[in-house]
């Protein structure tokens, strides 16, 4: 069983930059899918971001494709989140989450529902 810290949220002003990271414990790193989800005040769990189990694949919410930037350290059981060119529509509580039946062979999932564990989030504000 895998558990997931994220760290890393805090207040920006718009146009700026912004790294998340979650660390994982327990289970085997390397076997999970990862992805970042947002959730906004009053609006459902949206995709961000997703990696493959190598790191090899990536896969982008359209909203934030070219501004954003995942990526994992399987070594240090890590995964990040670049964000640049941050918006005031990025504000939202950001959640690491892992997928653990993802196969080698299969695509990415981007929906909320694919991922069986969860970090407990961190808190994005951008400032307009």
């Known amino acids: 069983q895998v558990q997931l810290v994220e760290f890393g949220g805090g207040l920006v002003q718009a146009g700026g930059s912004l790294r998340l990271s979650c660390a994982a414990s327990?289970?085997?790193?390397?076997?999970?899918?990862l992805g970042w989800f947002r959730q906004a005040p009053g609006k459902g769990r949206e995709f961000v971001a997703a990696?493959?189990?190598?790191?090899?694949?990536?896969t982008y919410a359209d909203s934030v494709k070219g501004r954003f930037t995942i990526s994992r350290d399987n070594a240090k059981k890590m995964v990040y989140l670049q964000m640049n060119s941050l918006k005031a529509e990025d504000t939202a509580v950001y959640y690491c989450?892992?997928?653990?039946?993802?196969?080698?062979?299969?695509?990415?999932?981007?929906?909320?529902?694919?991922?069986?564990?969860w970090g407990q989030g961190t808190q994005v504000t951008v400032s307009s």
């Open positions: 990696i493959h189990r190598s790191g090899g694949t990536t």
């Open positions: 327990g289970g085997t790193f390397s076997r999970y899918g």
């Open positions: 989450a892992a997928d653990s039946r993802l196969f080698l062979s299969a695509p990415l999932r981007v929906g909320y529902d694919a991922y069986d564990h």
